[in-house]
């Protein structure tokens, strides 16, 4: 997530966590002023009922970073979901042509809770996967591998996956992406579900 270079709004960020909802509601309508729709607060579908309503768009992880992105006015997105969820945004949101459009202003992202996580993203870290491809590497010709990350991975993962020509999916074109990973090479690594990989 991009670290801001231009100061932060002025407000406070006062401790939250005795807050009662009226007063949460009222210190994040405080803001939504301030900032009018340069905010985008996007609320993933796992999220609770409280977060849902404050959300300006609420749904599936890619879908909400695909809308952010297209919005012409946001220049901070505040998401309520997981890492791999606020990683997509920013790098849906600053990608080159965005940038361009926005005499290259970057996006903002902010995930309110540092320490939400998915178990499922979790299951393959930078490290193991690279550990893996190295270890491939000692048996195999990794010329002949083509690494396949699910779209909730880590923004490293899916950045190792660049490196290497392979490509990120979703569930719904998984099938798509891995037929067109069997075209290019004989094998294929697939992170971080390997079910996902496994039954498509």
Not at 17 to 37: C, F, M, T
Not at 83 to 112: C, S, W, Y
Not at 180 to 194: C, G, I, N, Y
Request: glycine fraction near 8%; hydrophobic fraction near 45%.
């Amino acid at each position: 997530m991009t670290v801001a270079a231009e100061p932060a709004p002025a407000f406070e960020l006062q401790p939250y966590k005795s807050l009662g909802n009226e007063e949460l509601h009222a210190r994040i309508q405080a803001v939504r002023d301030q900032l009018g729709p340069q905010l985008l607060i996007l609320g993933h579908h796992y999220q609770q009922d409280e977060v849902i309503a404050l959300a300006d768009l609420s749904g599936d992880s890619y879908q909400l970073s695909q809308m952010a992105a297209a919005s012409a006015d946001c220049r901070m997105i505040a998401f309520c979901g997981v890492h791999f969820m606020a990683e997509t945004a920013d790098i849906l949101a600053n990608r080159p042509e965005k940038l361009a459009e926005r005499g290259g202003q970057r996006v903002r992202v902010i995930l309110p809770d540092m320490a939400a996580g998915c178990s499922m993203a979790d299951m393959a870290g930078i490290r193991q996967i690279e550990d893996a491809w190295d270890q491939l590497g000692e048996l195999l010709d990794t010329e002949d591998i083509t690494p396949v990350t699910y779209i909730n991975s880590a923004a490293s993962l899916k950045a190792f996956v660049g490196r290497h020509g392979g490509i990120v999916c979703t569930s719904s074109n998984a099938r798509a992406a891995l037929e067109w990973a069997f075209a290019r090479t004989s094998r294929v690594m697939f992170f971080p579900d390997q079910h996902l990989g496994r039954n498509t």
